[in-house]
């Protein structure tokens, strides 16, 4: 090999001897392909420097995606850059091609905050009933197997039913994106999902590629008029929903959700931080207490019907009270929250906290409906 190859020859060179070598192999080939694109890659290695590199990034930072229409993000550059970083640590030690790392001593761009975007109890109400008429349970499944166990997307689309113990409720996982095996417990309705699909004894659970269930979920999200949501994000709400139980430790939702760093769930220590509020408030009865927790308003909304009054609780479907007047639609709605709220908690089932992100209502028609407060309305 020359000691003197260019950047060009020495991101091909990396891509057949090392990125190939990669789970990451498909993401990483594209950034590649996008680095290939620079002036640098006529450069020899060995003459790259430190100010080549910032001119680069500085470049990628004022160009625009030509798909999105939006600016280059400072994620993807930093992405980039620490590809072209490993490319160089490669050619300084293993193929003496260059004297040192140029991108070591250049300034990333500032590394965006983590997506903190909960699934709201609307769009969750909307995603479940367009995936209940989608001709396959496929992706029914795979949304309620993602709220359920926190499982990535990857290690979704590669489950296999020989690792599946419906039995014991347990999911191996022998090949994840950390390079660990893992063994992921199935909730009730876990299980119920797998068996919607029709348990088999060997093969691959879904067959979805990556791509197919990309192309499903931004179809469906664009139907449904839902902004900003991504398939990830179920991850990140199954995580938030694991503290929310106030059951587990964080090593063992770390246990469950396979993440390796425990700082990587740091941003979810605010949910913890209820947890310490009742400790401090010296909470005796936890039962009870918890029980009071949820017996919150929630957002309603009445309308006038041919057969009378119908009170619509809109966090829930199906949660609605009726009546000649609008007294009595309130009394039987607040009847029908507080048996929805208890049958919840009795089956453990999860409990959304109350939409104030309303659409397709009038919001000066919404009031909150406690289900314990006695209402004096007129009829």
């Not at 689309?157 to 390079?179: F, M, Q, V, Y």
């Not at 063994?183 to 699909?197: E, N, T």
């Not at 041919?306 to 009847?335: C, K, M, N, W």
């Amino acid at each position: 090999m020359s000691h003197n190859i260019t950047l060009g020859e020495g991101l091909k060179l990396y891509r057949e001897k090392v990125s190939i070598l990669k789970k990451s192999y498909v993401q990483e080939s594209y950034r590649l392909a996008q680095l290939m694109k620079s002036p640098l890659c006529s450069m020899v290695m060995r003459d790259i420097s430190g100010s080549h590199i910032a001119t680069y990034r500085d470049n990628r930072l004022s160009q625009v995606n030509p798909r999105s229409g939006k600016p280059i993000s400072n994620a993807t550059v930093r992405l980039e850059m620490s590809l072209l970083s490993n490319v160089f640590d490669v050619g300084l030690i293993e193929w003496g091609v260059c004297d040192l790392n140029p991108v070591t001593r250049v300034r990333k761009p500032k590394s965006p905050p983590g997506r903190d975007r909960r699934l709201l109890p609307r769009e969750e109400r909307l995603i479940f009933r367009y995936c209940h008429n989608h001709p396959t349970f496929e992706l029914l499944s795979l949304v309620v197997l993602a709220l359920e166990t926190a499982m990535r997307q990857g290690e979704l689309l590669k489950l296999e039913w020989e690792h599946i113990n419906l039995r014991s409720g347990i999911a191996h996982l022998p090949d994840t994106k950390n390079g660990t095996k893992r063994d992921v417990p199935l909730s009730p309705k876990a299980r119920d999902a797998l068996k919607r699909l029709g348990v088999k004894t060997k093969g691959r659970v879904f067959a979805y590629t990556a791509n197919g269930l990309k192309s499903a979920w931004r179809v469906m999200t664009m139907r449904l008029g839902i902004q900003d949501l991504h398939f990830h994000d179920l991850r990140h709400e199954a995580c938030s929903r694991l503290f929310e139980l106030n059951t587990l430790d964080i090593m063992e939702i770390a246990a469950i959700s396979g993440h390796k760093s425990l700082s990587m769930l740091k941003r979810y220590t605010h949910l913890k931080a209820a947890k310490l509020v009742k400790k401090l408030e010296g909470v005796r009865h936890r039962g009870q207490q918890v029980v009071i927790n949820h017996l919150v308003p929630y957002p309603a909304i009445a309308k006038q019907q041919p057969e009378g009054i119908v009170v619509r609780v809109l966090d829930f479907e199906g949660v609605q009270g009726h009546g000649p007047s609008l007294d009595i639609a309130v009394r039987s709605a607040q009847d029908e929250l507080l048996r929805h709220l208890m049958t919840a908690l009795r089956d453990r089932s999860h409990i959304p906290a109350p939409d104030q992100y309303l659409d397709q209502v009038n919001e000066a028609e919404v009031f909150m409906l406690d289900p314990l407060t006695t209402y004096e309305l007129a009829a």
